[in-house]
């Protein structure tokens, strides 16, 4: 499944629009979540198919590349749920400070979250003993030390998760009264063109937001819960389902993506028509009504012939 992903991945990146400021923040969460299949899954795939990694020397590049591009991209869903919330009720506003309230807190993103966990995972002064047998090799040493994983789970997972869920549900509430209040008023051409932008624009941001929500939370909850008290069935359950929950994310983003990016959806469509699977499918679907109509002329030429006999 993570090729097809990889696919529609970079196509989309290839016919991408980055001029538009409204979605740019879009191409850089396909950008992160097509790093994630295309670095960091290879790890995990091998480790799932083999049961173990096969090199002690790999486990630092996969907790510095799984930690690095899954907090990046949660963090940069959080920050697509403010962008947001600005581009439909402070359109001007957020156009005018592009710089500071856009690209600056995007390039501080990608810069702040890779230099974390390079302290964290590399220099951060405790023993590390991996393990081959476990997902990223059992983690790195500092989750084993109190105050450094709950700041760091607090700050980087827990509050990140928070926000996104905080903005999403005000953004439902003004939709919501919007929409009532449009029903006590007379509804004007600006009216219903501002309607139809906040709904195109709130759909966008559920549909990466859900996809977040989805793969987050449950294993946040229960991560947390697990801080604070730890048992043999939360460890199960997190070691063997909801740790994987994460990839849902990444995997169906790019489809959730294509669905409102009609230009590049068509294109894609096109490719599709144009391709030689399309055409194989296609003639096979248009080959076997002749061969029913031939056999049914036959069985009705054979029945006129055994009728002349007779």
Known sequence: MHIPSLSCTSFILYHFKWNQIVSQIFGVLLVVNGLIIFAELPFTLQYLYHGQLYNERLCPAWILVNYTLFILSIILTAWTSIERYLFIYHDLFITRQRILLHYIPIILFCIYTPSVYVGLVIFYPCKQAYSLYDYICSGPCYLFESIPCLIDWCTNVGLV???????????????????????????????????????????????????????????????????????????????????????????????????????????????????YCYKVIYNKNQVAPINIEQNNTLTHANLGKQFLKT
């Open 161 to 275: 998760l928070l926000i996104t869920c905080i903005i999403n549900i005000v953004i439902i509430a003004r939709t919501i009264e919007q929409r009532h209040r449009m029903k006590r008023s007379i509804i004007t051409v600006g009216n219903r063109k501002q309607w139809r932008r906040t709904i195109r624009l709130s759909v966008q941001l559920f549909s990466i937001s859900t996809l977040c929500m989805i793969g987050w939370i449950p294993y946040g909850i229960v991560s947390t819960i697990r801080i604070f008290h730890n048992t043999e069935l939360l460890t199960y359950i997190l070691s063997t389902f909801l740790i994987y929950f994460p990839y849902a994310q990444t995997l169906f983003l790019p489809y959730a993506c294509l669905f409102f990016m009609p230009d590049v959806k068509k294109k894609l469509i096109i490719r599709w028509q144009s391709s």
